[in-house]
């Protein structure tokens, strides 16, 4: 029996590009980075106005425990400081760098196999290590906690639709992937470690198997479902492990750690690169010549349209997603930078997204079958409208992860997501629990 | 900043996608489920079934149009709920009721039941069950008259005959008190054809009567997802455990399940969203109450049938049920009591 977690939804996987292989996207002459890449304090700019950069140069220095460096992804010359809006809808200072195309770069010094636990997470932290899957949050913080840990879990699962870009680094740079989940696997000092993948992506789980083994590290097959990949699914599916209520997955000795992130982490602790550079899948039906690239930070979504959009026309767009179509971001215009966290931009048409009516809640309960977490988001949507918290906390609001599992059984197009988003940060604001 | 005045792209909230479900779709999906009944209705009785469903049905979709235009509104019918409350309202009458009485019917579980309660999702019970016991309570001769099956062997013209009964029930053939409900109530079990009862050719509502026709609509429900398979299983097996038990014979079991509308109801009324509870727990004691209680009605009431009457009371209940029995999150991790023990001990000192 293939492993997997309790309900969640089936929606089509529409991965359109799971055959493209990695490519280096062209980087634009203007790239601009962002210094709030993560979760957490925004780094603190170090470089002034005309100052020259190599590839890996420090442009803004983390601030606190909980944030992450950010480096300059081209050689060039800092030209300016903007205020940009982000994917995210926040407006964030950005580090607007003019390229002049020699790439050259600037390493740290390599660790070898006998580093320490503590050089490992150090290094994590210099490189400005954050979780890739597209929550940004940073990795030492990860790989330093404060509960005994017995198990690593990377997560291959990428149930998101249309994204494949995990699925290309495992099957095309499975090597450099597995040798930065053994190295994952020393800074925490776990014995166990699974990679968990979902079996549509067979080819990974059969060209990985004999990789891992020799490493120590289990390959776990999993029934393909969404949301897989939400950590405390991903726990329960392949260790049966429950994380409690508001709890986190060091409560029951787990770290979760997603594919591209392990990998990132290999380039760090193995090559001495810092993290300025991704994969990223381009998809969607607004674009002709999508795929799976390896794209530096700071590229405008502009630039990556105008590269893949073929014959297909602007104004075909309805949205543009960062993200995967579950959980990812809409944004608002093409002016976002990429970051460490875009595993994917999705160019969507007509044939991929529709602006649904809403209509009365029919109280079919699909919602409370859907959720994963145990929230019974209708009754969550109707404490809220009455401006009751203490209900919306009740029928499970703070447990919710967003995944959107209920908003998209819905038969009556509520959105069932904004109402439990909004149940939570009013929560937040007067105290319920 | 860059104060993007070329925002044209939509920016809603995650998801972005959804499934291909809507509500139009689940009601078209019962609408479909009932195709059998409607056909077994019609086979049995003639084109006055249908005539009867059309006035329903119109009649249902009326009353919600005119009470979203009285509201000033937008109007709802369009989702087709009305069709869907309309079909099972007729299917839940005798075959030959006058014209006048799926009129009323149609327009008291709209205007009564549904809308002045909020509309879809918002009804307080079934508006088609409701309707039901309104039309036996206003017209109980009418509502107990079972005409006979048509004898087809008479030639086609019998399919139009019934229609002499849409102005007076008079000169009807009918098998009043002796459905098979009546004969099972008094033990004569001489008198009951499981065939008959199983294709249909017994005396009861237009809808009820034929178990096949009913289970190939439900098993039709049950794969399209559209209802909780848990709610007939469980109401349709309990009906039968309860009575094996009171009765303490094995005989009583099958003419009970396969008569009195309890497969149209566990089924198709049941298992009405608006009035069945939203957790899995709560759909268990929801579905054996019902079991219970139109068992108890059938062995000790005064009338022989009581599906109609457990699932009025159980939708009463079911706000009551869902409000104690809700669903734990992942994880839950129950509260610690705060113990008192120093203090009892302190008492019993």
Known sequence: MIKTFRRGIHPSSNKLTSDSSLTIFPTPRIVRIPISQHIGAPAEIKVNIGDAVLAGSLLAEAKGFVSANIYSSVSGTVKKFESIVNAQGNSVMHVVIENDGKYDAVNFEPLDKDASKEEIVARIRLAGIVGMGGATFPT??????????????????????????????????????????????????????????????????????????????????????????????????????????????????????????????????????????????????????????????????????????????????????SGGPMMGFAVSSLDASTTKGTSSILFATKEDVKTEKITACINCARCVGACPMGVMPMYVERSV?????????????????????????????RPLVTSCRLAKKLAREKGVK | MIMSDNIKFSVSSSPHITSGNSTRRIMLDVVIALIPAMIAAVLLYGFYSLFLIALSVGSCVLAEFLFNKIKKEETTVGDCSAVVSGVILALNLPPAVPFYVPIFGGFFAMMIVKMLFG??????????????????????????????????????????????????????????????????????????????????????????????????????????????????????????????????????????????????????????????????????????????????????GSMDEGVSFAILIMNILVPLIDKFIIRRPFGYVPKKRERKPKKIKEETK
């Not at chain 1, 690593?152 to 870009?165: F, Q, R």
């Not at chain 1, 209900?391 to 959107?404: H, L, S, T």
């Not at chain 2, 008479?154 to 008190?177: I, L, P, Q, R, W």
Request: proline content about 4%; hydrophobic content about 45%.
């Open chain 1, 140 to 321: 030492h913080v990860k790989l330093s906690p404060s509960k005994p840990v017995d198990t690593l879990i990377i997560n291959g699962a990428e149930c998101e639709p249309y994204i494949t870009c995990d699925h290309r680094i495992m099957l095309e740079r499975g090597e450099e992937f597995v040798e930065g989940v053994a190295i994952l696997k020393t800074a925490l000092g776990v014995e166990r470690a699974f990679i968990g993948i979902e079996t549509n992506k067979k080819d990974a789980i059969e060209y990985l198997s004999n990789i891992a083994k020799e490493r120590g590290i289990e390959i776990v097959p999993l029934r393909p479902k969404y949301p897989q990949g939400a950590e405390k699914q991903l726990i329960y599916a392949v260790t049966k492990r429950k994380v409690p209520a508001g709890g986190l997955p060091m409560d029951v000795g787990v770290v979760v750690d997603n594919v591209h992130t392990a990998y990132s982490v290999f380039r760090a602790v193995r090559l001495g690169e810092p993290l300025y550079m991704r994969a990223m899948t381009v998809s969607g039906h607004g674009v002709e010549n999508g795929g799976n690239f390896l794209v530096r930070n700071g590229v405008s979504y502009r630039e990556i349209f105008e590269h893949t959009k073929g014959n297909k026309k602007e104004e075909d767009l309805i949205k543009v997603i």
């Open chain 1, 385 to 413: 409208d009455i401006g009751d918290i203490k209900g919306a906390v009740k029928y499970g609001a703070n447990n919710c992860i967003e995944c959107g599992s209920c908003a998209y059984v819905c038969p009556a197009k």
């Open chain 2, 119 to 300: 509309g879809l999702g918002r009804n307080f019970a079934n508006p088609a069950i409701t309707a039901r016991i309104f039309l036996m309570l206003a017209w109980t001769g009418i509502m107990t008259k079972f005409v006979k099956p048509i004898d087809l062997s008479k030639g086609f013209s019998e399919m139009f005959s019934y229609f002499k009964f849409a102005f007076t029930t008079n000169g009807m053939d009918v098998v009043t008190g002796a459905t098979p409900l009546s004969y099972i109530k008094a033990g004569a079990f001489e008198h009951i054809d499981l065939t008959d009862m199983f294709l249909g050719r017994i005396g009861g509502s237009m809808g009820e009567v034929s178990a096949l026709a009913l289970l190939i609509g439900g098993a039709y429900l049950v794969v399209r997802k559209v209802i909780d398979w848990k709610i007939p299983a469980i109401y349709i097996g309990s009906v039968a455990l309860f009575t094996l038990a009171f009765k303490g014979n094995i005989d009583y079991v099958l003419p009970s399940l396969l008569g009195g509308g309890l497969i149209f109801g566990a089924f198709f009324m049941a298992t009405d969203y608006a009035t069945s509870p939203n957790t899995p727990i709560g759909v268990v004691v929801y579905a054996l109450g019902l079991g219970l209680l139109t068992t108890l009605f059938r062995i000790y």
